[in-house]
C-alpha cells in the first residue's frame, strides 16, 4: 500500500552519507554550488525517470538516490473523531 511508505533521499558527498525527507529538505542544508546540481534541474532529472528506472543522478561532486521508505501505520498523535 502506497501510504505506508514515504520518499527518502540518500545524499553521498565526499564519502559522507547523509538522509533527507525530500529533495527541498536536503537543499535546506546543501547549496546547488555544494551539490553541483539546483533543486529545479534535479526535480526535473527525476520527474523524467520512469518509476522502474533506479532513481540514481550522479555528477562528480556526489551521488543522490531517491527512494521509499516504509513506515509503519500509527494512530499516535491523532485526535480521537467524536461518533455522531
Same mark, same amino acid.
Given at each position: 500500500? &502506497? #501510504?505506508?511508505y514515504r520518499t527518502i533521499?540518500?545524499?553521498e558527498i565526499n564519502?559522507?552519507?547523509e538522509y533527507f525527507g525530500s529533495p527541498s529538505s536536503m537543499y535546506?542544508?546543501?547549496t546547488? &554550488? #555544494?551539490l553541483g546540481i539546483s533543486k529545479a534541474s534535479l526535480n526535473n532529472y527525476f520527474s523524467k525517470l520512469s518509476e522502474d528506472a533506479p532513481q540514481i543522478y550522479e555528477n562528480k561532486i556526489c551521488t543522490i538516490r531517491k527512494g521509499k521508505m516504509y513506515v509503519k501505520p500509527t494512530t499516535r498523535?491523532?485526535?480521537k473523531q467524536e461518533s455522531e
Open positions: 500500500m &502506497e #501510504e505506508n533521499i540518500h545524499l564519502g559522507i552519507h535546506d542544508k546543501h546547488a &554550488e #555544494e498523535g491523532r485526535k
